[in-house]
């Protein structure tokens, strides 16, 4: 958008100065980020988040080719907005599952011959699988698939894993590298904020464990990406400040490649009288994310939870990348009422939805290298 544009906005002083800072590509404070949630109207955050996503990536949407494993959803842990998880003393639930390892790698050789180009291996905390397992399992993996790309285990599985195993992060984590494991992914950091974390996953990773465990990984070289749970009973000030320690971390390690904001779903779950935010709330969230979280170089909506238009909405909000084409392989979300049941898209439906809202749809690898361009230009050329 152009500066002038913003002419057409009736809004504050402090504001303007906020939306000033951006055009100047200066950093804004903690209590700007908090007054952009509190006054900040959706068309001025959504023009301002388009104009650093512009910025940063033009119009390109990323897209990438994936499918996930899920071991088992029997969990040590009890959060409340887990819809997905059984205790261990609910193993014989009809609902709760420990895949063999035999099936694992059975679901691997059922992607031979396809394109897919990353595993995404996340699940419950299961007292019985521990570090050399999952090490075990990704090495055995590698030699079924040498080129796939390994983004594994959050850092809650990874808290509990190392500490079983008697090894620090750094030690469990160089494990895991030099068996294949490539990346991680963000999950578990739900909100940082440690009244909000105490009441709604009060007995897995602290969020200063959670951070230390993404130091170690960026350290190792290994990336990360780093989601939030927002929607429930979190403040402004509390996404921000999780915000703001993602932030503070990135610039000490710049090892985040994606920040994903989770929208929190009320279905099944103990948390289930709390109402779940607008759509107009996801993009305003979306839209102050991308405008404080200015070193992480990607911002994710994440489509089988939100659903495919507000997906769609989200690249006019700062957002570039929509995920996956995601085989119906992952339960996490569509167990607490997810938009989307079972979420599969082709490469066509993706590429199509993308470019429906005049975005140009690439299909990346897991560290953003371009796969496939679906541009226009470059269709004409190939
Ligand atoms: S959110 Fe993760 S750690 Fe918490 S109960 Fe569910 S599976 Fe376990």
Redesign the pocket.
């Given at each position: 958008m152009d500066k002038d544009l913003l002419k057409h906005f009736n809004i504050s002083d402090e504001l303007k100065s906020i939306a000033e800072k951006v055009y100047n590509s200066e950093r804004i404070t903690f209590e700007e980020g908090v007054l952009l949630f509190e006054k900040g109207e959706l068309n001025f955050l959504g023009s301002l988040a388009n104009h650093i996503r512009e910025k940063k990536h033009g119009d390109i949407t990323y897209f990438n080719k994936n499918f996930h494993i899920e071991p088992t959803?029997i969990?040590?842990?009890?959060?409340k907005?887990?819809a997905?998880?059984k205790l261990i003393r609910e193993k014989g639930d009809y609902d709760a599952w420990e895949m063999d390892e035999e099936k694992i790698y059975e679901t691997v050789r059922s992607y031979d011959n396809t394109d897919i180009t990353e595993v995404h291996i996340v699940?419950?905390?299961h007292p019985k699988m521990g570090l050399q397992y999952f090490a075990n399992l990704i090495k055995n993996i590698k030699e079924i698939r040498p080129e796939i790309h390994v983004k594994a285990f959050?850092a809650?599985?990874l808290e509990y894993m190392c500490r079983k195993a008697k090894v620090s992060y750094k030690e469990g984590l160089k494990i895991l590298k030099d068996h294949g494991q490539d990346s991680l992914p963000g999950?578990?950091a739900e909100i940082f904020a440690e009244a909000v974390r105490e009441e709604i996953?009060k007995d897995?990773c602290s969020s200063e464990q959670w951070l230390a465990i993404h130091e170690a990984a960026h350290e190792l070289g290994m990336p990360s990406n780093a989601t939030m749970l927002y929607g429930h009973i979190e403040s402004y000030a509390d996404r921000i400040d999780h915000m703001n320690r993602l932030r503070e971390l990135q610039d000490k390690t710049g090892g985040f490649n994606t920040f994903i904001p989770l929208k929190f779903r009320n279905g099944n779950n103990q948390m289930s009288h709390i109402n779940e935010v607008s759509v107009l709330e996801d993009l305003r969230t979306y839209a102050v994310s991308r405008i404080y979280m200015d070193n992480f170089p990607h911002l994710k909506a994440y489509w089988p939870m939100i659903g495919r238009e507000t997906a769609q909405l989200s690249l006019a909000y700062g957002v570039n990348d929509i995920d996956g084409t995601i085989d119906d392989s992952t339960k996490?979300y569509s167990m607490a009422g997810a938009e989307e049941q079972n979420p599969n898209m082709t490469t066509e439906q993706i590429v199509d939805l993308i470019k429906k809202v005049g975005r140009h749809p690439i299909e990346r690898n897991s560290v953003y290298d371009t796969v496939n361009d679906y541009g226009e230009e470059a269709m004409q050329e190939a």
């Open positions: 959803n969990c040590v842990f009890d959060c907005f887990c997905y998880s699940g419950g905390v959050t809650v599985e999950g578990g996953c897995k996490i």
